[in-house]
Each structure stands twice: as C-alpha cells, then as structure tokens.
C-alpha cells in the first residue's frame, strides 16, 4: 500500500460510496468515465460496422434497388408484402427452425459429453482426441460440400446395393437429391462441422468448476453421477445459457453448408432463410446472372431478424417464468 | 492374514478400471476416425490426381502420391504471398477483439454506469438481428475514412462482426468470477485499471483462448470481407481468396483446393494445440485462492 | 509485483504491440506496390476465365510482345461474384482499365452510370468493317451511336446431348459398320437409355446430370428436347428470354411440347433410366461420372469439352436437337445481343488508348482463331469456324453445327429503346420447376407451367412498364413477330 502513489489512491473504484444515497447524473457518468472508455472500442466498431449497416439497409428495404449508384425507385412496403405472401420464405423459415432445434440439443449434448469425457486429465491422448474432434470445424465449407457430395453417392452404391440384397428398397439411396432425407444429411452434417466450437466453450466452461469440489464430494460418497447432476450441471448453467443462445443464434444463421451441398434445393426442400435471401439478390437459383434485388433481400432480412426476436424474447419470457417458479418453489 | 484378504481386490478393481479404460479409449479412437473421415477423405485427395478425384471412391489414400498438388497450389495461387497476408490479418484482428470485448465484456458485467440497460440491450439485439444484407454501408464508409484496399480495414470490419459473440462470451464469463476477489483487491487500494489488468483479465484465460481462437478462425477463413476490401490491391489478398483462384465458372481443380485448404487449415490447428493449455489446465484453482 | 508500473508496462506492452501491427500493416500496404510490373504502365484487366485462363495467357504474351512499352496485368475473379466486385471497383472509383462486362446490371445501365469509355475514338468504321455485318447494334455494344464494345464469341448451339460411345457399344447400340448408333428422335432417345440400363445391369444408367449447384442444369434438358418439338422459345434460364416471338408470350402451360416432354422426363426416371444421384451431384461430377461411363447420355454445352480433353476423353459424340419427329419444327437462333458484348474500357482508365489496343488484340479474327483452336468455342468471325486443323473430332463436330443455328427476330434491332429493359427472375424459375417435376414435389405440372409463364410474362411487363415511364416508346407489342416462321431464317426489320 505504501508503493501506491497519492495519484492512484485518489482514483476510486467505479462503484460510488454507499454513503451518498443519490448522486446526480453528471456525477455518476464523471464516477464512471473508465467504464466508459473500457467500453469504448467495442462500442464504436459496433455502432459503425454493424448498427449503422443495418439502419442503413433497413432504409433500402423501401426502394427497388439492384446496387449500383445510389437508391432510387421507392417501393414501400411492397418488398415487405412480396415476402411475407412468398410460400418460399415461410418454407425457408419453417426448415431453418427444424434445423435449429433439432441441431442444437443432439449437437450440445454430444459436445458436453465430450467436454468431460476429455476433461478428465487423467486421459491420455487428450491433446490428440480434442485435436480429432476439432478438426471439422475449421475445414472450409466448400471442401466440406464436395467431399460430402461424392462421399455420399460413392457411399450411397455400396449402402444402396446393401439394402437392395436385403430387399429393403430398390437400390439406390439419393441422400441430399431426395427431398425426404435432404434435411435430415444436412443437419447430421451441421452437427458434425460446429461441434468442435461447443466442445471448445465446454471445456472451458468446466475449467470454471474447481476441482477440489469433486474431491470433496467423492469423499462424501458421491458417485459421478450424482456429482454431475449436484455440481457440474449447477455450476455450468451460466455459460451453458450463453452456450445454448449462441447455438440457437448460430444455427438459425446457417448458409455455407446448404448453399454448397444443395442450394436449397431440390426444389427448396432444403432452403433455409439465408440461401433465400441469398438467391434473392442474386439471380434466383437458376444461377443465371439477374439483377441483385438488394431491396427485397433487406426486407426479408429484416422480417426474419423480426421473427428470431420475437421468438427470443419468448424464450426469454419462458425462462424467467421458470426461474421465478423455481424461486418461488425453494422458499 | 489381513494382507491376504485385501490383495485381491485391488487386483479386480484395477482391472475393471482398466478394461473400463481401454473400451473408452477404442470408443474415442473408432469415434474419432468417423468423424474425421471427410478430413481424411480431403487430405488424401490433396494428393491425388484430378482423375482419381472421381473415380478413387470411399477411398482416401491416393494411388499415387502427388506431392506436386502441394507445390502448385504454393505457386499458382502466389501462396506464400498471401501467407503473409493472412498472418497480419488474423494477428491484428485477434488483437483488436480480445482488447475490445474484454474490456467491454468487463465492464458490462461488473461495473455500474449510466446507460448500462441500453447497452446492455444493444449488444442482445444487435446478437439477434440478421447483420444488413449487403456490404455496402460498411464499403462506403471505410471510402469515406480513405482506408480502401488496407489490410488494416479488413481487420477493422472483419473484428467488428466478432464484437457482439465476444462481448457476450466475457460478459458471460466475467459474471461467474467470485466478487470476492474484486473487493479484496478494492480494499487493497486497487484502482480500475489494475482490477482489470491484474486480476481479471489474466482470470479469464480460458475465454481469452476461446475467444482468440474462434476470432482467429473466422478470420483466417473469411472470403468475402479481405476480397471486398483489397479489391484493387490483389497482393493484399488472404488465403482463402487465393484459394478461390482455383474455382472457375465450370469446373474447379479440386485437388488443388483439398491442398490448398490443408496448407490454410494446419496454422490454424497448431494454434489450437498450443492454446489447449487455456482450455484444460486453466486457472481454475485460482479462482478459490 | 508493484501497482502502477505494472499496469503501465501492460498497457505499454498492448500499446506497442498495437503500434507495431499497425506499422506492419501499413508497412504492408506500401510494399505492395513494389511488385515487378510496377503500376505506372501496367494495364489492369479483370476477367473470370478459369479454363480459358492458358488463352489469355497467350495472348498477353502476344501483345506484350508486340507492344513493349505496355504489360498487362491479369486480375481473375470468382465468376459467382464477378458482378459484385466490378459494381464495387466502380464505386470506390478505382475501377481496373479493361474488364469483361458483367452480366449485370444491363450494358445500357453501365453506359447510363458511366462505367465505360466510348471507343469511337480508335473503333471507326473502317475497324468495325473486319466483323461480320449487324455485329455492331443500337442497344447491344452500341449506344447512343456511340461503340463500347466488341464481340469475342460467335453463336453455336447452346446445347447437345453427349453420347458416350464405351457404354452405347458396349450395350449393343451400333451400326453394322461398328459406329455407335446416334438417337436422333425422341423415341430413339427412350429406347437406348432402356437399352443401356437393362444390358449393364446396375452398371451404367442411359442417362445422368448434376443439378446439385443451382445453375440450371435441368432447365437444358427441356430446353434442347422442346425446341425441335416446335417450341421454339426453349427453356432458357436468362431472364427475358425464352418466349416465343410469334405470339410475344411464354408458352410452357399453351404449348404441348413442354408437358409433353416433361411427361417422357418422369417416365424416364420411374423406369430408372437416370443415374440416381443426379440430383445431388454438381455439374463438374456428372462430366467425370460421364466421362468414366457411369452414364450413357448427358445433356450439356461446349464448357464440357475443355475438360473432357485435358483429360484426354474424345470418345463420344454431339447431338442436337432431338426431336419427337426426324427433322426439328424448332432450331437455336443466334444471339447478336449477348454475344455483342466481351470486354470494355473503363472510364475512368487513364490508359484508355492502350487499352483499347489490348481490347483490339482480344477481339482480333487472329485471336478469334486461337481460341477455336484451344477448343473454348465458337469465334465471332465466321472464317475462324472452321473444323479443318481441329484435332478434337467432337469439337469439329460442335464448330461444324454452328449452321443449325438460325437468324431469329431480335426484338432490340426493332427497337434499340428496349436496351434498359431488365426483368426479374420469377421464383420458382423453370429450372426449378423441371427439378420439382422429376423429384416428384410438383405435382400439378400444367398448373405450374402455366403459373410460370405468365409470371414471366408479368414481370417482363414490368420491366417494360419501368422503362417507359423513362419516356422511351417501348410495350409488349415489341416482342410479337406474327410473321416468323421458325424453321427459316428471319431478318428483323426496324421499328417505322
């Protein structure tokens, strides 16, 4: 203490004294002012690089625009009308959301099962196994889809003439051609290619969790089932929140992995909003060349980040009713 | 005679342990193949030739090792170039990201100040709302600030996209760290910056490694934002740019990108061996001391 | 550990680290320009030729050679994205000197927005003399009576059934002289995929594609079968075409041949004629499919011949223009709009008589010559179009079909005014709705063929509608040549 300077000890704490029982505005944000340029950096790439885009697009959702110069054929609400009277879009929609909630539980399930299964530091090869299971995550989608693609019709001769022995079908199974099973391959792959991330965040997330807690219980008697349940699960509910927001968040933004194993296709079975949105401003999915559309691409932007909020804020609203149960159950 | 009856069990109990043991160790190694089978599949038609592409099946191993896919990618797409390139850029955008949302994950979770609601709602919303469609907001105003055809502007714009997943993952992060530890250090005549820099910060390991890392992904193998922003300086160009010199309108030299993807893909795996540490053997005691 | 000189180091420590990016950064930025042909007279020339990339190549080298003081540098960008990249040059002001002219947004609109430097200065009438006639068009690469452009390709058939001859011999479909037995009618067409599915067992399917990339595989296919059955709009995914120019409207739900074809299409695929992954692969795996035999007939264009020779695969043959009867009622008819056009001078180029000369060297009959010779397709000067000295028997084959291609009516020669109009793409589009057909999701054919003939319709209106409220004296009636006859050549008149 005596190797502070007077200058440092001047400097207090961002928390004003509990003794002043109301302190004005001016002397609350003069109190806070290192919050606020921690804040700084972060605040001003978000609030240029990101919120001022969307406003910015959010005004080219009136205009009929393909990009060029500047926007100039104003349109209203029609691009919003086209958009919510597209079955298209609302197929999109309803396949995004089947994708999200069924990706999310398997996928997180799996990942934490991982996470403590190569927590353990009395693994050996941990360092390889968490290597393995990584490894997807950063292998760009393109290779992904090609190798998948051909993958999946090499492997479709030999499972289809399998089957075919068996009299269980007629030969060959198109896996992403079929409009039935397309969702299904593309959400396995999904699981497959983003795990590693919520594997990633797991672990950490178990770093959080001292280790003499589990001692402690072992020495109590506890089994590793119940100090799963009594300690892991409590203890990880923070950033398992966190974990499960950005997986939702993550997933309902998909799009390199559709895009490159079908397009959406056949025949938008598998299109989800952003390869919509995509095809939108981009020629349709005939590929051939047409005039972007950024006008109606940014109002079905909009529209969708319209749903996902409302749908959070669901989620949200549910989670606290259940928390405040809870709370309301333990008194 | 006591020693007679205790020698058995330990005997059995280690040997179940073991068994135990080695059913998971084949578990995660049989595990571990499937899931890397597409990988394998890749890094063995990196050495094919384009007719074996095709014709070579579920097979991975090549029938003949083509080493020189490996240089022609290096050459061709002026590699080590953009080698070079991709380094700076992923360092720089590693950088500004952990700085700025450990300072702002900080802040909004454990300090009080005016407007913390609507910041706080900012930074949820904007985590919700699909980010604008099109690139050219961002295109028109890095113009306006003359940083047009800079690495420096692909790491400001590719570090912005990382602002809102990082915040959240500190904000997270920073709130399940004991308050304990800040009053302490209060008392101790601890100022602002010192909570941070000292204690919190280097608390954070783990979300340090995680969320460097993903940064440093998403940066190494971003497209479009170093393509947009160099568009009249292809010197500038990055290595998942380079390796799209591969894809013509028609047809693509496949063998080409599995290689070109390995040689993107290995930097990236060796960071994440090194970084391991923070993930595993944190500082998790630390948290108690 | 002391307070304050710590948290200064470690602020320092960022600080100095944060500088020494930022000095590399712009370190790097600098030493960029360092590169051997130094910016000051090298001309930038944007492309997105990846197969055609050893043409270029040559031909850089030719012009560099023959003009010393001027180097070209090459810029080759991902054709998906092509558009994107040149809209974006043009707005941060710093566009390359030459170009290929995107598909997008229309020629008219980058002349309106300034994109492109008028050539009147060097193309005078004399130089425009060396192209056939009518290349040169109000509306095409003419504008306001000014030239921007020239053309580098000719007009061949867009597409022809490729038959491979390992499967059709080794399924029996031979003539006594041992040459593989061509189908030519829809009926042939039928009867050797049966033959070739039946005889291989398993092996080898009559027919395979690859839809899975989007880009509108499935729509050639109705395309090359509809034209000789008498539709001769055909089934083109470019946006304002296929219509058929004797009524001005789209005719997929009025003209039977379209669901008279789709209806052949589904019968082919319940009696397992196509090779069951076709709609999962992409275009590139369906030609090495096709190339190993996987599959005994394809539908495709001359893009597929480049690789198919570098691989050194020859052994199949083109047919075009299928037909339910022997002769076609139907033909292709060449495009002086879309071919008219190849690469431009930016206006904003400071080199713009250099680039002229690159742009010159490019489009040369010599250059045509090469490019016919390095099998990337047809030249648009005539001479050039000529089998002898091909070694690639199918690509003589495909230089030799260029007289199937008839001259049809070309609304723009009507009326130039017509040069702004740009539609949009209807959603599903025809390649969509052959997909949805064959995959079994459609299942009112009719209803969907006409649903999207008459959004096409509509959305051309549209476009019309648009540039017409510009003051330009344009309408649907444009589009009607009562007095065609598709079987003939037809010269389009001038609007009075």
């Known amino acids: ?331 | 005679m006591s020693t007679l009856s205790q020698r058995p069990r330990p005997r059995t109990r280690l040997s179940l342990r073991q068994g135990r043991r080695g059913l998971l160790y084949l578990a995660l190694l049989g595990g571990g193949l499937i899931w890397l089978y597409p990988f394998l599949w890749a890094l063995g038609s990196s050495l094919k030739s384009t007719d074996g592409f095709f014709s070579g099946g579920l097979n991975p191993i090549p029938s003949e090792f083509h080493w020189s896919n490996y240089s022609e990618a290096w050459t061709q797409a002026d590699f080590s170039r953009f080698f070079v390139n991709t380094v700076l850029f992923a360092t720089g955008t590693v950088i500004v990201t952990l700085l700025a949302t450990s300072m702002a994950g900080y802040v909004l979770a454990r300090t009080e100040f005016p407007g913390k609601k609507i910041w706080l709602g900012l930074v949820g919303v904007t985590l919700f709302l699909p980010h604008g469609y099109t690139i050219i907001p961002v295109f028109d105003l890095i113009q306006r600030l003359h940083l047009l055809n800079t690495l420096w502007s692909v790491v400001i714009v590719q570090s912005a996209g990382g602002m809102v997943f990082g915040t959240f993952l500190f904000m997270g992060y920073f709130t399940t760290i004991d308050r304990g530890l800040e009053d302490a250090a209060r008392v101790d005549g601890a100022n602002f910056h010192q909570i941070f820099w000292r204690i919190m910060l280097p608390l954070s390991g783990p979300m340090l490694a995680t969320v460097g890392l993903f940064a440093c992904i998403n940066a190494w193998n971003s497209f479009f934002i170093p393509l947009v922003f160099t568009l009249s300086r292809p010197e500038l160009h990055t290595l998942s740019v380079g390796m799209f010199n591969f894809i013509g309108q028609n047809s693509t030299a496949w063998t080409l990108v599995c290689a070109g993807s390995v040689i993107t893909l290995l930097p990236i795996v060796l960071i994440f061996i090194v970084l391991q540490r923070f993930f595993i053997n944190g500082l998790a005691g630390a948290v108690k001391q | 550990m002391t307070s304050s000189n710590v948290s200064r180091r470690g602020l320092l420590r960022t600080a100095a680290l944060g500088a020494g990016t930022l000095a590399l950064g712009g370190g790097l930025s600098a030493c960029g320009s360092g590169s051997p042909s130094s910016a000051a007279d090298a001309l930038t020339y944007w492309d997105w030729y990846v197969t055609q990339a050893p043409w270029v190549d040559k031909e850089i080298e030719l012009f560099e050679k023959a003009h010393s003081d001027v180097s070209v540098k090459k810029t080759t960008q991902q054709n998906a994205k092509y558009p994107d990249l040149v809209a974006l040059a043009n707005r941060s002001g710093n566009p390359p000197d030459v170009f290929m002219i995107p598909q997008v947004p229309s020629v008219a609109e980058q002349v309106a927005k300034g994109w492109l430097h008028p050539l009147d200065e060097w193309a005078t009438p004399a130089w425009q003399a060396r192209f056939p006639e009518g290349t040169f068009l109000e509306g095409a690469n003419v504008f306001g009576g000014k030239v921007y452009s020239a053309p580098l390709k000719g007009s061949g058939p867009q597409l022809q059934l490729y038959v491979h001859h390992g499967v059709f011999k080794s399924a029996g479909l031979t003539n006594p002289d041992g040459s593989v037995k061509l189908p030519r009618t829809w009926d042939e067409v039928t009867s050797a995929a049966q033959t070739i599915t039946k005889k291989s067992g398993g092996k080898s399917y009559g027919f395979g594609f690859g839809n899975a990339d989007g880009i509108g595989v499935l729509a050639w296919w109705l395309d090359l079968f509809v034209r000789g059955a008498g539709a001769p709009g055909g089934a083109p995914t470019v946006p304002g075409t296929g219509m058929d120019y004797r009524v001005g409207k789209w005719t997929f739900g009025t003209d039977r041949a379209y669901a008279d074809f789709l209806e052949l299409f589904v019968e082919w695929k319940k009696r397992g004629f196509f090779h069951p992954n076709s709609v999962s692969l992409s275009d590139e795996a369906a030609r090495a499919f096709f190339e190993r035999g996987k599959f005994g007939m394809t539908v495709g264009g001359v893009w597929n011949q480049p690789e198919w020779t570098q691989h050194k695969f020859t052994d199949y043959s083109l047919v075009t223009l299928p037909s339910p009867t022997a002769t076609p009622k139907g033909y292709y008819y060449a495009d002086p709009v879309g071919n008219g056009t190849f690469a431009a001078v930016s206006a904003k180029s400071k080199k713009a008589h250099e680039a002229f000369q690159w742009l010159d060297a490019l489009t040369s009959p010599a250059a045509g010559r090469r490019w016919v010779e390095d099998l990337n397709g047809v030249s648009a000067h005539p001479a050039n179009n000529n089998p002898d000295g091909i070694d690639s028997k199918p690509f003589a084959a495909f230089i030799g079909m260029t007289e199937q291609v008839l001259r049809g009516p070309v609304p723009l020669v009507r009326n130039p005014e017509l040069a702004g109009v740009a539609p949009s793409v209807p959603k599903p589009d025809i390649s969509d709705v052959v997909t949805g057909v064959y995959t079994g999701q459609i299942k009112d054919v009719q209803g969907a063929l006409s649903s999207l003939a008459d959004k096409k319709y509509q959305l051309l209106s549209d476009a019309v509608a648009a540039v017409a409220k510009q003051g330009k004296k344009v309408s649907m009636s444009d589009y009607v040549f009562a007095d065609w006859d598709p079987t003939k050549p037809y010269t389009t008149k001038k609007k009075a």
């Open chain 1, 1 to 331: 203490m005596s190797l502070l300077d007077t200058r440092e000890r001047k400097r207090a704490s961002p928390t004003p004294p509990r003794a002043a029982a109301h302190p004005g505005l001016g002397q609350r944000i003069r109190a806070a002012k290192w919050s606020y340029l921690y804040l700084a950096p972060m605040a001003v790439l978000l609030l240029a690089f990101v919120v001022y885009p969307i406003f910015a697009s959010f005004g080219y959702t009136f205009y009929r625009w393909n990009g060029i110069g500047a926007p100039g054929d104003y349109v209203g609400l029609a691009n919003f009308r086209q958009i919510l009277h597209d079955s298209i879009f609302w197929g999109a929609v309803g396949h995004t959301f089947v994708y999200a909630f069924v990706l999310v539980p398997v996928q997180l399930l799996l990942a934490l099962a991982l996470a403590l299964v190569l927590n353990n530091p009395k693994l050996k090869f941990a360092l390889f196994f968490r290597t393995v299971y990584f490894i997807p995550v950063v292998t760009s989608a393109a290779v992904v889809g090609v190798v998948i693609q051909l993958m999946l019709a090499n492997f479709g001769d030999s499972a289809g003439s399998l089957l075919a022995k068996t009299g269980m079908t007629n030969g060959h199974i198109d896996w992403l051609g079929n409009p039935h099973t397309a969702l299904a391959v593309i959400i396995a792959i999904g699981i497959w290619h983003t795990l590693g991330y919520n594997l990633v965040y797991f672990l950490a997330g178990l770093q959080t969790i001292p280790a003499e807690l589990y001692e402690a219980a072992k020495l109590d008697g506890c089994g590793p089932v119940q100090s799963f349940f009594r300690i892991t699960i409590p203890l990880l509910r923070q950033v398992g929140v966190v974990i499960v927001v950005l997986a939702f968040i993550g997933s309902f933004q998909v799009f390199d992995l559709v895009q490159v194993l079908t397009g959406g296709g056949p025949y938008f079975a598998t299109e989800v909003v952003n390869t919509y949105i995509y095809h939108l401003a981009f020629g349709g999915s005939a590929g051939a060349a047409a005039e972007p559309d950024i006008g109606l691409a940014s109002a079905a932007s909009f529209l969708y980040g319209l749903l996902l909020i409302v749908f959070s804020a669901l989620q949200v609203l549910a989670l606290r009713g259940i928390s405040r149960r809870r709370a309301a159950a333990d008194q």
